[in-house]
């Protein structure tokens, strides 16, 4: 890191002050200020969509100047493809990270699911599940947002049946194909989160009762 600077108490331009600031902290505040906007985009395209995703709105909500966004950004498709990783990272920290303590096979395999249904059913994003909305709304506009989601998507399925089939060789799951039974999993649970959306709880729960069928239980 550079020196701390010792010319504070000068009467130098705020402006030169600013070009003295050492580079990496201004490096930090600029990446911090992106992921900060971009989560913010991630829960607008939780409900409107992210089409819905402008630099505009989230200047207005965040009460930050279009022009900074835009620098920080770009191109609105910049700003989707990052709400894309916002989601994301958003995912990972709070289904997958925390089931990678649990014991490989059953034990992990239900930690993921349970912490799946958790996810779309709490308040992680204003519009349920960021995923399924974007990947409903981006399936058939080919491009790179869609792209992103897809390859996103399809790792996630992987994993899962990676997992899954970890869990067959232990003897703990069901003898199934393991790419199906990952794919029949997102079925349920994308289900899941539109009968959230519709203040459908009884399907949410026939959802769960679904998915722990799926696993033998």
């Given at each position: 890191m550079a020196a701390a600077r010792s010319d504070l108490g000068t009467d130098r331009e705020p402006a030169t002050l600013?070009?003295?600031?050492?580079?990496?902290?201004?490096?930090?505040?600029?990446?911090r200020s992106r992921a900060s906007i971009a989560r913010h985009a991630a829960d607008v395209a939780s409900v409107e969509g992210l089409n819905g995703v402008t630099i505009g709105k989230l200047a207005t909500d965040l009460g930050l100047s279009k022009s900074g966004i835009a620098t920080l950004f770009g191109s609105k498709e910049s700003l989707q493809l990052a709400a894309v990783q916002a989601g994301r990272?958003?995912?990972?920290?709070?289904?997958?990270?925390?089931?990678?303590d649990e014991p490989r096979g059953r034990t992990r395999v239900r930690a993921m699911v349970d912490r799946w249904f958790d996810h779309i059913t709490g308040a992680v994003f204003p519009g349920g599940c960021f995923r399924t909305a974007a990947l409903t709304e981006f399936d058939s506009k080919p491009g790179p947002v869609r792209d992103a989601l897809a390859a996103d998507h399809n790792e996630w399925l992987s994993f899962l049946a990676k997992e899954i089939r970890k869990g067959q060789e232990l003897g703990e799951l069901p003898?199934?194909?393991?790419?199906?039974?990952?794919?029949?999993?997102?079925?349920?649970i994308t289900?899941?989160?539109?009968?959230?959306?519709?203040?459908?709880?009884?399907?949410?729960?026939?959802?769960?009762?679904?998915?722990?069928?799926?696993?033998?239980e």
């Open positions: 600013a070009a003295a600031e050492p580079t990496d902290q201004r490096l930090a505040k600029g990446a990272e958003v995912f990972i920290a709070q289904v997958i990270t925390p089931s990678l003898a199934a194909d393991p790419d199906c039974l990952a794919f029949q999993l997102d079925a349920v289900a899941a989160n539109t009968a959230r959306q519709l203040g459908d709880e009884a399907k949410v729960a026939m959802a769960r009762t679904i998915a722990a069928q799926l696993l033998g």
